[in-house]
């Protein structure tokens, strides 16, 4: 069956940095869409980020553009979140998803696949 498996979430000081990554397997990587999500506590979760199949096209919300970066190796089934200058707003479990279809990336049940998540904690 299909499994993501994200990991790399820890503690981190405010201005920190941290990389996640997540490893699919059970469906065909390099088919699709990935993206993360995250969510809080008390919150819905939330759109972070996306990447398309081939890498070449990204999404970002406005919260963490020009701190965060998504990428993806298909050779290795695995997409990454480089996230940088992290804030205490920050603070979540984050998620990884994937879908087949393109289109919008911002809504989380528009993914067939989701993973169980990794915590991250930004403490100031």
């Known amino acids: 069956q299909v499994q993501l498996v994200e990991s790399g979430g820890g503690l981190v000081q405010v201005g920190g940095s941290l990389r996640l990554s997540c490893a699919a397997s059970?469906?065909?990587?390099?088919?699709?869409?990935m993206g993360w999500f995250r969510q809080a506590p008390g919150k819905e979760r939330e759109f972070v980020s996306n990447i398309n199949w081939r890498g070449d096209i990204s999404y970002y919300a406005d919260s963490v553009k020009g701190r965060f970066a998504i990428s993806r190796d298909n050779a290795k089934n695995t997409v990454y979140l480089q996230m940088n200058s992290l804030r205490p707003e920050d603070t979540a479990v984050y998620f990884c998803h994937a879908k087949a279809t393109w289109g919008p990336v911002e809504r989380q049940f528009d993914y067939e696949y989701w993973g169980q998540g990794t915590q991250v904690t930004v403490s100031s």
């Open positions: 059970g469906l065909t990587f390099s088919e699709h869409h």
